[in-house]
């Protein structure tokens, strides 16, 4: 079976950094797209990043310039670079993957595959 779990959260003043891990198991995802989606308390779940198989990425307007996705398809592994936080940046962030290769990347409704999320608090 599928799991996605991520690794990395934490506690970080703003202006810090953070480094999100979502190891995958049970599938290879080389083909498909995997993302990052975050969701804060009582707020509507968000797109942050997601990346293709081919490497083009893709990231929310909110998260742009200061965050980066990448991924090792050899350890079947995305992460989500986080710098330059701010305190809205303070969310649940959940690795994502699909079933299907083309996919519009922005709708959380494409991913079928969701990890158990990590709590990032960013300090003002």
């Known amino acids: 079976q599928v799991h996605l779990v991520e690794s990395g959260g934490g506690l970080v003043q703003a202006g810090g950094s953070l480094r999100l891990s979502c190891a995958a198991s049970?599938?290879?995802?080389?083909?498909?797209?995997m993302g990052w989606f975050r969701q804060a308390p009582w707020k509507e779940r968000e797109f942050v990043a997601a990346?293709?198989?081919?490497?083009?990425?893709y990231y929310a307007d909110s998260v742009k310039g200061r965050f980066a996705i990448s991924r090792d398809n050899a350890e079947n592994t995305v992460y989500l670079q986080m710098n330059s936080l701010k305190p809205e940046d303070t969310a649940v962030y959940y690795c994502?993957?699909?079933?299907?290769?083309?996919?519009?990347?922005?709708?959380?409704?494409?991913?079928?595959?969701w990890g158990q999320g990590t709590q990032v608090t960013v300090s003002s």
């Open positions: 990346i293709s198989w081919s490497g083009t990425t």
């Open positions: 049970g599938r290879s995802f080389s083909s498909y797209t």
């Open positions: 994502v993957a699909p079933t299907r290769t083309s996919i519009v990347v922005h709708n959380s409704f494409e991913y079928d595959y």
